[in-house]
């Protein structure tokens, strides 16, 4: 069975970055598309980014594009999430999603 866990989150200064990683176990992600989606207190989950299982097409939302880069590495059947330029606004829980399992989250905190 498919489980997911987040880490990589913490706090940051605006401008910083941080990279989260989204590690499977149970199965391979191989055959799964992988989103990252935060929720801010307050706020519904938005999506952010995802990559296909099929040939690693990417897909990012305006709030995030040109700022964050999705990838994965099959060897480690791990996708990650690198951040750059955070600002205060991306302040939120982190959750990595294949199919219909979600993790746990991370929190990221933009803060100076």
């Known amino acids: 069975q498919l489980q997911l866990v987040e880490s990589g989150g913490g706090l940051v200064q605006p401008g910083g970055s941080l990279r989260l990683s989204c590690a499977a176990s149970g199965t391979t992600l191989d055959y799964y598309a992988i989103g990252w989606f935060r929720q801010a207190p307050g706020k519904e989950r938005e999506g952010l980014s995802c990559?296909?299982?099929?040939?690693?097409?990417?897909y990012y939302g305006d709030s995030v594009k040109g700022r964050f880069t999705i990838s994965r590495d099959k060897d480690k059947n791990t996708v990650y999430l690198q951040m750059n330029d955070l600002k205060a606004e991306d302040t939120a829980v982190y959750y990595c999603?294949?199919?219909?399992?979600w993790g746990p989250g991370t929190q990221v905190t933009v803060s100076s």
């Open positions: 990559i296909s299982s099929r040939d690693g097409t990417t």
């Open positions: 999603n294949a199919g219909t399992v």
